[in-house]
């Protein structure tokens, strides 16, 4: 387990196929700074270790809980206080739970990527 970003516990027969520096927006307030990690079976966040002791959430949703992968375009408006992430194009994880935003770099380069893991992975749901 790393000290500043926890190394998340893959099951039995999971592969990590990648990981990416992000903030999450964990709320209209609230940006959290960690590791997006993307397996053959979920994605997987976890809050550096300053966002955790100061209330940063961990998150994570399983392949067929995932319905679309896009990007949320970014706004020309003046951002409200901790919304600055806004001004971005972010990483939007739809879910049965509803979206995930992420602020990450090359987003059209991750967005096609996950794409591909849903639609090959045999974790995957018919939506």
């Avoid at 307030?29 to 959430?57: C, E, K, P, Q």
């Avoid at 003046?78 to 992420?102: D, K, N, V, Y």
């Avoid at 096609?112 to 018919?126: L, N, Q, Y």
Wanted: aromatic share 8%; proline share 6%.
């Amino acid at each position: 387990m790393g000290l500043w970003i926890p190394v998340p516990s893959l099951e039995a027969e999971e592969t990590l196929l990648w990981r990416k520096i992000v903030n999450r927006e964990q709320s209209s307030t609230r940006s959290v700074g960690g590791r997006l990690y993307l397996t053959d079976r979920r994605f997987i966040f976890r809050a550096h270790l300053v966002d955790r002791l100061t209330g940063g959430l961990s998150w994570e949703v399983v392949l067929p809980a995932v319905r679309r992968i896009d990007i949320e375009p970014g706004t020309h408006e003046i951002p409200r206080p901790g919304a600055a992430a806004h001004w971005r194009r972010r990483l939007r994880i739809m879910t049965i739970r509803g979206p995930e935003f992420f602020v990450i770099n090359d987003v059209e380069e991750v967005v096609k990527a996950c794409i591909t893991w849903r639609v090959r992975s045999p974790w995957a749901v018919a939506t």
